[in-house]
C-alpha cells in the first residue's frame, strides 16, 4: 500500500509534542504569541461594522484562522480593497491584521496555539462546563424534591392545628377569646354532668351492696362513694352546702373575666374624645374662662329652720323600721372564696369525685373479668349463694353499668376537659395552649414560604441551565471546528494524507 494513501492518526493531548517533534514548532512559541495577543487587542479597537466580524470578535477567543477570515472580510469592505501604485493595500487596518498573520505563520506559532487550544477545551473547559450543567440539573431535582416536602410538612402542620381546635372545640380564628369562651361555659357542663351521674345509682346500688355484704356491714355504716352519692342526690351544688347542709343566703362569686388578652380586639380606644383639662368646679376648660354671666342672689322666703330639735324634750316618737332591702353585712350565712364555687367547679371536690368514679370503674372492671373467668367460678358461686338478687348480676348487665362509668369518666378526663379546667383554675394557662398552636399556623407558614423559595430557586437554576447549554453547543462546534482546521493545515505539510486527531475529543 502506498504510503500516501495511510493515515496519519495523532492523539490530541500529544499533538502539542508531535508538531514540535517534527519541527512544525519550537518549544519557545509561547513568548512571541503573547507579543502577537496584544497586537490582536490593539487592532480589534479599530473593526468596521460588519456582522460577521463582530461575531467573530464576540465570544471567542481569536486564533489564526479568525485572522485569516477577518482579512479575507476586510478585503470584501471599501476602505480594505484599497490598493496603492505598487498594488499593496493601502488600508492601515488591513496591513496590521496581515502584519499578525505573518508572524503567526513564523516558526509555526499558529499550530502550536491551536493545538494548546484544542486540548485545553477538551480537558478542562467543556467539562466544566458539563459540570455546572449537571449540577444545574442535580439541584433543580433536589429543589423540586424539597417544595413538595416542604408542602407536604406545611399541610402536616396547618391538619395537626385544624385538628387540636376540632379536639378543643374551637374554630381557630381568635384562639384566646374562643377558649375563654368555652371556660366560662364549663358550669352549664357541670350542671349536665351532675344530671348524668344521675344513671349511675345502680352501679352505685350495686357497689355498695357489695361492699356491704362482703364486710357485714349496713348501707349506713360505710362511707363509700361519699362525692357521688352526694352530686346523684344534691347536683351540683356550692362548697358551702356541702359543708354546712344547707344552700347560702348569697353567694360572693369571683366573677372568671377574659384578662391578659393580646389580640386585635381592643384596639378602640385610639378613637377617644380629648376633652382638655376640664375644672370640676366651674366645669369649663382650663377653669379660668368667664362667660360674662353675673348670677344675682335672691332671698328665699320659706327658708327651712336647721335648728338642733331635742326629741324627748319634744315629745316626738321615732319608731326604727328595718330595711329589708338593705344587703346583709357577710356572714357565715354567705359563700364566698371556694365555697362560692360549685363542687365540680372547685378542685378538691371535683378530684375526689373523680376518684370514687375510678373506684367504681375498678370495681366493675375486677367483678366483670371475676364473671369472665374459669379458674375461681366455683368459689365465687358458693360464696355469693347466700348473697342478696341486687348483687347477683350477671355479666352482660355488669357491662352496662361499665360503659355508664367510664362515659361519664371520659367526659371529666378528656384532654379537652382538663384544658379547660386549667384555664379556669389558671388563666394564663390559656397562653400556653396558645403559644401551642400558633406555634404550628408558624410553622405551617414557614414551610409554605420554604415551598415558595424552592419554586424561585428552580427557576434560577433552569436561568442558569438556559445560559449555559449554549454555551457547551457553541464550544463544541468551535472545537470541531478549529479540530478540522488543525488536521486541514497538517495534512497540507504531508502531502495531503489523511490527518485524525485522536481521543476524547471525538467523543466529547
Aim: glycine share 4%; proline share 4%.
Amino acid at each position: 500500500m502506498d504510503e500516501s494513501q495511510l493515515p496519519i492518526d495523532i492523539h490530541y493531548n500529544k499533538l502539542l509534542d508531535w508538531l514540535q517533534s517534527r519541527r512544525h514548532c519550537t518549544s519557545s512559541w509561547q513568548q512571541p504569541a503573547v507579543s502577537i495577543r496584544e497586537k490582536i487587542n490593539n487592532a480589534i479597537q479599530d473593526m468596521p461594522p460588519v456582522d460577521e466580524i463582530i461575531q467573530l470578535l464576540e465570544g471567542s477567543y481569536i486564533n489564526y484562522f479568525h485572522c485569516k477570515r477577518i482579512v479575507e472580510l476586510l478585503k470584501q469592505t471599501d476602505d480594505g480593497a484599497k490598493k496603492n501604485i505598487f498594488g499593496q493595500y493601502s488600508s492601515q487596518r488591513l496591513k496590521d491584521w496581515l502584519e499578525i498573520i505573518k508572524q503567526y505563520e513564523k516558526e509555526g506559532i499558529y499550530l502550536a496555539e491551536a493545538a494548546q487550544m484544542l486540548a485545553r477545551s477538551v480537558n478542562y473547559e467543556i467539562p466544566d462546563l458539563k459540570r455546572q450543567l449537571a449540577k444545574c440539573q442535580q439541584m433543580h431535582q433536589e429543589y423540586t424534591r424539597k417544595e413538595v416536602d416542604y408542602a407536604k410538612m406545611s399541610e402536616e402542620f396547618a391538619e395537626k392545628f385544624r385538628a387540636d381546635c376540632r379536639k378543643m372545640g374551637i374554630e381557630g380564628k381568635k384562639i384566646k377569646r374562643e377558649l375563654f369562651s368555652l371556660a366560662k361555659c364549663l358550669p352549664q357542663t357541670f350542671d349536665e354532668i351532675a344530671r348524668e351521674s344521675r344513671n349511675l345509682i345502680p352501679a352505685v346500688d350495686f357497689y355498695t351492696g357489695f361492699v356491704a355484704f362482703i364486710l357485714n356491714k349496713t348501707d349506713d355504716d360505710q362511707n363509700c362513694l361519699r362525692m357521688v352519692r352526694y352530686i346523684m342526690e344534691k347536683g351540683n351544688t356550692t362548697v358551702y352546702e356541702l359543708h354546712n347542709g344547707r344552700p347560702p343566703l348569697k353567694i360572693l362569686e369571683t366573677p372568671f373575666d377574659l384578662e391578659g388578652f393580646d389580640e386585635n380586639d381592643e384596639k378602640e380606644k385610639e378613637d377617644e374624645i380629648d376633652w382638655g383639662n376640664i375644672d370640676v368646679d366651674t366645669g369649663l376648660a382650663g377653669g379660668n374662662v368667664s362667660a360674662g354671666i353675673v348670677v344675682e342672689e335672691e332671698p328665699i322666703e320659706n327658708e327651712i329652720d336647721w335648728e338642733v330639735v331635742d326629741p324627748l324634750a319634744s315629745g316626738i316618737d321615732i319608731e326604727v323600721v328595718k330595711d329589708d332591702s338593705s344587703p346583709e353585712p357577710d356572714g357565715p350565712q354567705n359563700a364566698a372564696g371556694t365555697e362560692a364555687l360549685t363542687v365540680l367547679d372547685y378542685i378538691e371536690t371535683r378530684n375526689a369525685f373523680v376518684d370514687e368514679l375510678y373506684e367504681l370503674e375498678t370495681f366493675l372492671r375486677q367483678r366483670l373479668f371475676e364473671l369472665s373467668g374459669t379458674g375461681n367460678a366455683v368459689i365465687s358461686n358458693a360464696v355469693f349463694q347466700s348473697a342478696p338478687q341486687a348483687i347477683q348480676l350477671d355479666r352482660e348487665n355488669v357491662t352496662v353499668l361499665l360503659n355508664g362509668v367510664s362515659a361519664l369518666l371520659g367526659k371529666l378526663t378528656a384532654s379537652k376537659m382538663v384544658d379547660l379546667l386549667l384555664i379556669r383554675s389558671f388563666p394564663r394557662y390559656v397562653d400556653r395552649l396558645v403559644e401551642n398552636l400558633v406555634k404550628l399556623t408558624s410553622e405551617s407558614e414557614k414551610m409554605m414560604s420554604l415551598s415558595r423559595l424552592m419554586v424561585l430557586k428552580q427557576e434560577e437554576v433552569l436561568s442558569e441551565q438556559r445560559r449555559l447549554e449554549p454555551m457547551l453547543k457553541l464550544m463544541r462546534e468551535k472545537m470541531k471546528e478549529l479540530q478540522k482546521q488543525l488536521e486541514a493545515e497538517i495534512s497540507v505539510r504531508y502531502k495531503n494524507r489523511r490527518v485524525n486527531i485522536m481521543g476524547d475529543i471525538n467523543t466529547v
